[in-house]
């Protein structure tokens, strides 16, 4: 499945901000886009499993 993200990138520090369209219990961050995308991947996972446990 593919899910939407959306990105926005902190002023000072540079980091990347990310919260998933369809889950927005899952976010996270990332020092580059890369970083960020990997990240979200993790909590989207951990996000879908804890929605299977309930």
């Known amino acids: 499945m593919e899910y939407t993200i959306s990105i926005q990138k902190d002023a000072k520090s540079g980091w990347y ?16 886009l890369n970083e960020l995308m990997e990240n979200m991947k993790d909590s989207i996972s951990l996000v879908l499993e804890h929605n299977k446990e309930q």
């Open 17 to 32: 901000c990310g919260q998933c369209v369809q889950l927005p219990a899952a976010i996270s961050q990332g020092e580059t």
